[in-house]
């Protein structure tokens, strides 16, 4: 009975776990990774034709989005996983699969137009995605399934997204049996809609996540409600739109939840009858999903509302946005609205048309209600930059630019240890995965140190003997190959250039108008030549 490590190990994204049970393969989770790596993954231990079953945490693509890939290559196993998470898989899947042949499309004609005979091939075409969605097994929460001789799961709500969970695996071999926990990706307290995470109390082993392990979130109860309302007020009053870059699955279910609330409290003086647009397919059909699974996944106060026949996430005045002609024609609504559109972080989809059409309006706000990693046009514009380029034209900035601070779908550091400590007794060992390289450390030393817990933060490679309680290997740190680690440093460097040269011109204000006119010149010179490339 062997437990081995993946990936997410000592990093954030691309989650995945191998358990041998007998003569069992099984994969919990298969994620894609996303953003910059720094460890190399090892292969997986047998080929994908050889895997029997994966355990799915939830939907979300680091933990989800490398299972066509996995179909591709030959997996004919069942994936079991919950029922609002193989609901949001039979999308979200799809959506990927679109996007990975969209980009192979775009790579090979422009290698066509460089004379480049080389041929890009998607990672997994959309009918792998089909495939793979029609391996999946939905389970209900707290059901015991039996997946074979010798392994029984238990899916937990873990309060993360719609059908996310942690999952207990009851493994037997050779007569003895062991109860691994793996908790996913463990969900903040008093989210909205969702439940808040259950605790499991009993484990021999738990590989646990680790994502906000060195951090805190405010102490303070947080009005988003009241937030949201000032918002919109100063924004209407001037006439202009709220844009609201929001991921499709999750927090645009959220936001349309704030906004139904205050509508029905009309706080929006004056202007009690506005409109809000979700522009975006993939997160109508999850809004979908979401009411689907009301009952199984949502929280008290969200039921309250069904009690009473309110839908808790649509309202008047809500408009749902599918073909491109209803996405243009709302940029030609003259009224003040609210504009939710994905994707999060500005890189790709609908939202580029809408902050093209508001991004130049003195009078409009592009709110901002998620993470924006480095290098995306959403973290470019959240740190200040005065225009972009979308569509090959140049975009000043002069919409207002707000950040609803607060929002996170990851319990901090006190959610981790409450989750931890719900264990009646202690387990055997607690492996700390899904979580940069410090936060892992420092993480795995609280447990052990303050909390006297047997802690261990694993390399992609390492394989654990689950009876025997003992390392089989012990792997060590394998960093991502030279050259794209140089790569990824002379971009880093290039971003921080211009964050400097932002703070420069910024400081420079009221300066004589002949300097700066040079300082202008010189600056745009150096764009024409590195936009012409």
Partial sequence: MELMFIGADHEVTGSCHYLRVGEKNILVDYGMEQ???????????????????????????????????????????????????????????????????????????????????????????????????????????????????????????IGHLLGSSSIEVWATEDGVTKKI???????????????????????????????????????EKLDYIGELTKILQMTFDRGGNVVIPSFAVGRTQEMLYFLRQIKADRL??????????????????????FQKNEHECFDEAAMELVRQGINPITFPGLRLAITSDESKAINFENSPKVIISASGMCEAGRIRHHLKHNLWRPECTILFVGYQAIGTLGRAIVEGTTEVKLFGELIEIRAQIMKLIGMSGHADKNGLLQWIKGFQEKPQKVFVVHGEDSVCKLFTECLKVEHGIEAYAPYSGTRFDLISGSFIYEAAPVAVKKKVRGISDVFARLLASGQRLIAVIHKNEGGANKDLAKFADQINSLCDKWDRT
């Avoid at 720094?38 to 895997?51: G, M, Q, S, T, Y």
């Avoid at 809609?193 to 906000?212: G, H, N, W």
């Avoid at 009858?273 to 979908?288: C, I, M, N």
């Fill in 181 to 219: 926990v793996f908790s996913g990706d463990i969900g903040n307290t008093d989210q909205p809609l969702i439940k808040s995470p259950k605790l499991t109390e009993e484990a021999d082993y738990v590989v646990m996540e680790s994502t906000y392990g060195d951090r805190l979130h405010s102490t």
């Fill in 35 to 157: 953003g910059t790596n720094v460890f190399e993954n090892c292969e997986l231990p047998v080929d994908a034709a050889l895997i029997d079953y994966v355990f799915l945490t939830h939907a979300h693509i680091d933990h989800s989005g490398m299972l066509p890939l996995l179909y591709a290559r030959g997996f004919r196993g069942n994936i079991y996983a919950t029922v609002a998470t193989c609901d949001l898989c039979s999308i979200m899947l799809r959506d990927c699969a679109h996007i990975q042949m969209q980009e192979a499309e775009w790579k090979n004609r422009k290698a066509k137009r460089s004379a480049d005979n080389a041929v890009v091939e998607p990672v997994y075409t959309m009918e792998d995605a089909d495939g793979t969605i029609k391996r999946l097994v939905p389970c209900d929460y707290e059901s015991m399934v039996t997946v074979c001789e010798g392994v029984k799961i238990r899916f937990t709500d």
């Fill in 268 to 289: 929006v003086k004056g202007h009690e009858d506005f409109l809000v647009y979700v522009d975006s397919p993939l997160a109508v059909e999850a809004t979908g999903i």
